[in-house]
């Protein structure tokens, strides 16, 4: 993957957002490639944070576990993810753990390859700290958004979440188990099944081969936005 590829893929929500093909090339000078193959744990929860990683091919799931041993998937990641800076911003451990779900590569950026790249682009620091505090606010408005819904909703919200709107393929399949879709969203398996089973019934959805495929984006819409 090039620079401007790199720099095309930064989402709003990228500590990276915004910077130049040039900057794209100054961090890559900085960083280390490296590969990876399936399966291969990348981050590991409660870790020292001292590297991010920024995906250039492959694929890889987000996830943390509970006191109580429960995984929770967190995001599933693609090429342009940054992994791993909050822990690096910090100095603390890794919130989450990420596992390589395809064979890839990624770009990994120590702490002081990084303190470097901010003192040679000062106007990246000013980029970083507005970053964060939308990411603060963000996190704020879905803790009050998940507190008003009931799971119902919640779980649609999550559906909108996984289908991508930027794929050409309009088939809108959630290439998800229902025991990962339900840790994604937080839900047993059992209370999934059900949702879905009653959603299949209207004609929202489909199961197939245990996948969902949405087929009435407008109603998932209007239940993602009810009361529950």
Not at 17 to 39: C, P
Not at 195 to 219: A, C, N, P
Request: charged share 25%; glycine share 10%; aromatic share 4%.
């Amino acid at each position: 993957m090039d620079h401007a590829q790199l720099a095309e893929l930064q989402g709003p929500d990228s500590i990276f957002s915004g910077l130049t093909v040039q900057d794209w090339a100054d961090i890559a000078g900085r960083a280390v490639q490296i590969q990876f193959g399936k399966g291969k744990e990348l981050l590991c929860q409660g870790d020292p944070g001292d590297s991010l990683l920024i995906l250039t091919s492959g694929t890889a799931r987000v996830s943390m576990l509970t006191a109580g041993g429960r995984e929770i998937v967190l995001a599933y990641a693609e090429p342009g993810a940054v992994l791993g800076e909050i822990a690096l911003l910090d100095g603390g451990e890794r919130t989450a753990s990420v596992t390589a779900t395809s064979a890839g590569g990624a770009l990994q950026l120590g702490r002081n390859a990084l303190r470097d790249f901010v003192t040679s682009h000062p106007e990246f620091a000013w980029s970083l700290m507005q970053q964060l505090a939308r990411r603060l606010r963000t996190a704020d408005q879905t803790i009050e958004s998940d507190r008003a819904y009931a799971s119902g909703p919640r779980l649609a919200r999550y559906l909108k979440r996984l289908i991508r709107k930027d794929s050409p393929d309009t088939s809108h399949r959630v290439e998800l188990s229902q025991t990962e879709l339900g840790n994604f969203a937080g839900m047993s398996r059992e209370h999934i099944n059900r949702q879905l089973k009653s959603w299949e019934e209207s004609g929202v959805i489909s199961l197939e081969q245990g996948r969902v495929r949405v087929l009435d984006t407008e109603m998932l819409e209007d239940i993602s936005e009810s009361e529950g």
